[in-house]
């Protein structure tokens, strides 16, 4: 750790918690983070986590959405505690929490009931009873991206808009049965899973809102990198029990559909010039998987175990 440079030094002036604390009494840790940038503030009262929002991100995310949310979740015990959020451009302090590894998808694949724990952690936002703002709905969201992308004058991968009307057949299956909503995170990526090996917390609810819940688990399983044996533990964990059809066929048209919508939110980086990954690739990687899925056999099953509502 190191003394905070004059950026984060500014932004913890906003924050009266820390306003006043001098500046050689606090030291700052760089964390991850692919469009903000996230720090670790140890101070003479404790540990904290600090995000300074990404440029140009509030062209996609509402952050005052975000920090309805993100208290909500903390609420119900999912997120770490919230200290200070500003709903104008998302500057965010929250409690940090000890004990804990942030996960990465090897870590999902490696570390034993994994996938069960995060599973558990995600019932719990979504039969919290906790009122989220925003619905997450996954064609208007890839309209909206399309929106902004196209304001970018940003190229899209060959074959992009027959896919989406592909989808179409996987929004009508979903349709015959539809979902209860439920508060959800919408980007369980892995890395915003905190595990302690008992139980997991889940951070950042940039994308949060009400959703199908099991696209939490959809999303979960393909940003782990989760195999059948994976995808098994997570849903008899989510379920508690012997898992239906149409539920588990349900988390795999997910799986397809978040990639979809992803590799929109890959080119807008790329457009945006976000140094932190080459986003091209990034997101013609997701394209090619969310294709390759849907055109399985499996793919077909699930989705007429899904219109069909088999247990």
């Known amino acids: 750790?190191?003394?905070?440079?004059?950026?984060?030094?500014?932004?913890?002036?906003?924050?009266?918690?820390?306003?006043?604390?001098?500046?050689?009494?606090?030291?700052?840790?760089?964390?991850?983070?692919?469009?903000?940038?996230?720090?670790?503030?140890t101070g003479p009262e404790g540990r904290y986590v600090l995000r300074i929002?990404?440029?140009?991100?509030?062209?996609?995310?509402?952050?005052?959405?975000?920090g309805h949310n993100a208290k909500a979740a903390a609420a119900a015990g999912v997120n770490a505690e919230v200290l200070f959020f500003d709903a104008q451009d998302g500057l965010m302090l929250c409690r940090f929490i000890d004990g804990c590894l942030t996960m990465s998808p090897a870590l999902f694949r490696s570390r034993p009931g994994a996938p069960a724990r995060g599973a558990r952690a995600l019932r719990q936002m979504h039969r919290s009873g906790q009122s989220f703002e925003f619905r997450f709905e996954l064609f208007?969201?890839?309209?909206?991206?399309?929106?902004?992308?196209?304001?970018?004058?940003?190229?899209?991968?060959?074959?992009?808009?027959?896919?989406?009307?592909?989808?179409?057949k996987v929004q009508a299956a979903l349709d015959r049965h539809p979902a209860a909503l439920a508060p959800c995170h919408c980007d369980p990526l892995s890395e915003n899973f905190l595990d302690n090996l008992a139980r997991m917390w889940v951070v950042d609810w940039e994308y949060s809102g009400t959703n199908d819940p099991l696209w939490d688990l959809g999303d979960m399983s393909v940003e782990a990198g989760l195999d059948e044996v994976g995808d098994q533990e997570m849903m008899a964990a989510y379920c508690a029990g012997r898992v239906?059809?149409?539920?588990?066929?349900?988390?795999?048209?997910?799986?397809?559909?978040?990639?979809?919508?992803?590799?929109?939110?890959?080119?807008?980086?790329?457009?945006?010039?976000?140094?932190?990954?080459?986003?091209?690739?990034?997101?013609?990687?997701?394209?090619?998987?969310c294709k390759t899925l849907m055109a399985s056999a499996d793919f077909g099953r699930h989705m007429e175990a899904v219109a069909r509502n088999l247990d």
């Open 1 to 41: 750790m190191t003394a905070p440079d004059a950026d984060v030094l500014a932004a913890l002036k906003r924050i009266p918690l820390l306003a006043e604390v001098a500046p050689e009494a606090l030291s700052a840790e760089r964390l991850g983070g692919l469009t903000n940038r996230n720090y670790k503030i």
């Open 53 to 66: 929002p990404g440029e140009k991100t509030g062209d996609y995310i509402n952050r005052a959405v975000e």
């Open 140 to 168: 208007s969201m890839i309209a909206e991206y399309l929106k902004v992308l196209a304001k970018l004058g940003a190229q899209l991968p060959e074959g992009y808009h027959d896919v989406v009307g592909e989808a179409g």
């Open 244 to 289: 239906p059809r149409a539920l588990f066929g349900r988390m795999v048209i997910y799986k397809a559909m978040c990639d979809l919508l992803w590799t929109l939110w890959g080119l807008i980086q790329h457009a945006n010039k976000n140094p932190v990954d080459d986003f091209w690739a990034y997101a013609l990687g997701r394209f090619a998987r």
